[in-house]
């Protein structure tokens, strides 16, 4: 006597073996799917905060910007200005910032001195306006005003140069002037 087999319950389990397969590939690939997107959406928002705190990091020169010249009116010794932070700027710490001070023969970083006088390759905060009576920190905050004394390498009559703010976190800002073709004791830089 011949036996019969039936292949139709095995064919079922094969289907339903194949079926839990791609169920559990689809979960993988969906899973791996969503992580990346995940990923890339914190990297995204990373970028978003950093650019935010370092674009609200910035500063902004208040009102003029003077040349102090020398005894001979050949040239000029140091600049003054006022710094302050831009609206809704969070604070900064000016004995971090970076000085540069660069012309057409001359890319000096100036260094930052504690000293009331100001020396050759060094800055100065000279005064601190709107800070409070307490408040003897060097951080920028919202709606103080700090006047720094840069000293420069003596550029002669209509001398352009730059010199360059860059704080510990925040944009560069530069400060493009010309000397004047007559010097004074005090200039006012264009």
Not at 8 to 31: D, K, M, P
Not at 69 to 90: C, E, P, Q, Y
């Amino acid at each position: 006597m011949k036996r019969q087999f039936n292949d139709n319950a095995f064919t079922g389990l094969e289907a339903a073996i194949v079926l839990i397969a791609f169920i559990v590939v689809a979960a993988v690939f969906s899973y791996v799917v969503l992580g990346a997107g995940f990923f890339t959406t914190q990297k995204s928002q990373e970028v978003v905060h950093t650019g935010v705190q370092q674009a609200s990091s910035s500063m902004e020169i208040v009102g003029n910007v003077y040349g102090i010249g020398d005894d001979t009116k050949s040239h000029l010794t140091s600049i003054r200005f006022i710094v302050a932070n831009t609206a809704g700027g969070t604070a900064l710490d000016v004995k971090q910032m970076v000085v540069t001070y660069v012309d057409e023969t001359h890319h000096d970083v100036v260094e930052y001195s504690d000293s009331d006088t100001i020396s050759t390759g060094h800055w100065v905060v000279k005064a601190r306006y709107n800070n409070g009576d307490d408040d003897e920190d060097m951080l920028l905050e919202p709606g103080e005003q700090f006047e720094l004394e840069v000293a420069v390498p003596n550029p002669g009559v209509n001398t352009p140069f730059t010199v360059n703010l860059q704080p510990a976190a925040g944009a560069v800002y530069p400060i493009h002037k010309t000397v004047p073709p007559a010097i004074e004791a005090y200039n006012v830089l264009n």
